[in-house]
């Protein structure tokens, strides 16, 4: 349940989590006709918007089956982020796709020592659509297209597996930008209730399956947090970047050593999984087991949670706030914005997670005020 700090669960709860407690309101809706929750759903969507039904429809039956409380305040998280990330497109168009797949070709292509003449003279093959793959490239659009495109080449081509292997360069897609890594996760742990025998990958492009695990990743957790802004940076950076970033500064007031305020306090391999060699923190960690009566095994060992909500009981999360608190002389908060510039072949501008954050506040305050309903 989405109750407090807690997360979403197969039932409905009857308090919302503070930092989703928007004008005094701590409870759900109170809306039992299934008619009368749509029309009012429909009315937080954002003017421009098309099928404002269809999206309130699928809305509906996403948090249903999540269990998250039908609120103005949980509703305006998903629209918020959703209008932010694809302006509820749901498969956004990418300006410039075709120059970023030449240029990973070629990467990919000196990485494995494959003369780009070889490369090109393969592209230029029927691919299962009709079209040559290089006409495919050529009219690259969005994301989806971008996918499909990468699936062909993999199994069709005839260095395809050992060249581009399980490479598909979508890693987010869908009206809210879901972690293609994140849906497979989840659905490997709890089965996406409307699939037809696709892969979660396609799940996750269309409407219904990109707003199910966006509203997953961004509402079914006990995000820690008193400002929803940390919420909407968790989407960003990752679930509990915000409490970590807030665990990095406390280390930073008793550490010599530069300590990097991005809410990772491990170090991470392509597939998410922990590296064995120690991270910045870890090591500064260590310098300080004395003082915090943990040694270098203990230290790893609660690491190890700080993507989960344990991390915040553990001995090292408990023992390093007093310490820091004791060295800057007042309280430290549990929360702070991580500080991350946001790369992607995606983006052309300076951007950071604190940004996204606050733009999607933005948008979410303006959805706040379409509620008029008493």
Not at 200 to 219: E, H, K, T
Not at 290 to 309: F, G, N
Request: glycine content about 6%; proline content about 7%.
């Amino acid at each position: 349940m989405l109750v407090a700090c807690s997360s979403v669960g197969p039932s409905v709860s009857d308090s919302l989590p503070p930092d989703l407690r928007q004008g005094g309101v701590e409870a759900p809706w109170s809306v039992p006709e299934p008619a009368k929750h749509r029309e009012r759903l429909v009315k937080l969507l954002p003017p421009a918007v098309k099928d404002k039904a269809g999206w309130a429809s699928d809305m509906q039956l996403v948090f249903s089956a999540l269990g998250i409380p039908p609120a103005t305040s949980t509703y305006c998280a998903v629209i918020a982020v959703t209008d932010q990330e694809t302006n509820f497109q749901v498969d956004p168009a990418v300006p410039g796709l075709p120059g970023i797949v030449r240029a990973e070709l070629e990467r990919r292509a000196g990485k494995f020592g494959i003369p780009m003449l070889l490369v090109n003279a393969a592209l230029l093959k029927d691919s299962p659509s009709g079209a040559s793959y290089q006409a495919r490239i050529d009219a690259l659009k969005t994301e989806r297209q971008l996918s499909d495109l990468f699936d062909d080449m993999i199994t069709e081509l005839p260095f395809g597996r050992d060249w581009l292997a399980d490479y598909n360069p979508v890693r987010t897609a869908g009206p809210m930008q879901v972690s293609i890594r994140f849906a497979e996760q989840r659905a490997a742990e709890t089965p996406y209730p409307y699939t037809k025998g696709k892969r979660v990958r396609d799940d996750v492009f269309s409407r219904r399956g990109g707003l199910y695990y966006g509203s997953a990743i961004l509402l079914d957790y006990p995000a820690p947090y008193t400002d929803v802004r940390y919420r909407f940076a968790d989407f960003n950076a990752g679930r509990y970047s915000s409490r970590n970033a807030a665990f990095q500064t406390a280390l930073a007031k008793l550490s010599d050593a530069a300590i990097a305020l991005d809410g990772d306090l491990l170090r991470y391999d392509a597939d998410g999984e922990a590296l064995p060699e120690p991270s910045g923190v870890e090591r500064a960690l260590r310098a300080l087991g004395r003082q915090l009566k943990l040694s270098d095994e203990q230290i790893r060992r609660d690491l190890l949670q700080e993507k989960t909500a344990g991390f915040s009981e553990t001995a090292l999360f408990e023992r390093l706030f007093p310490l820091a608190e004791a060295a800057a002389g007042k309280t430290l908060p549990r929360q702070t914005m991580p500080k991350i510039a946001l790369k992607s072949p995606k983006i052309s501008r300076k951007l950071s997670t604190e940004w996204f954050a606050e733009r999607v506040h933005t948008r979410f305050r303006t959805c706040l005020g379409r509620d008029t309903t008493d």
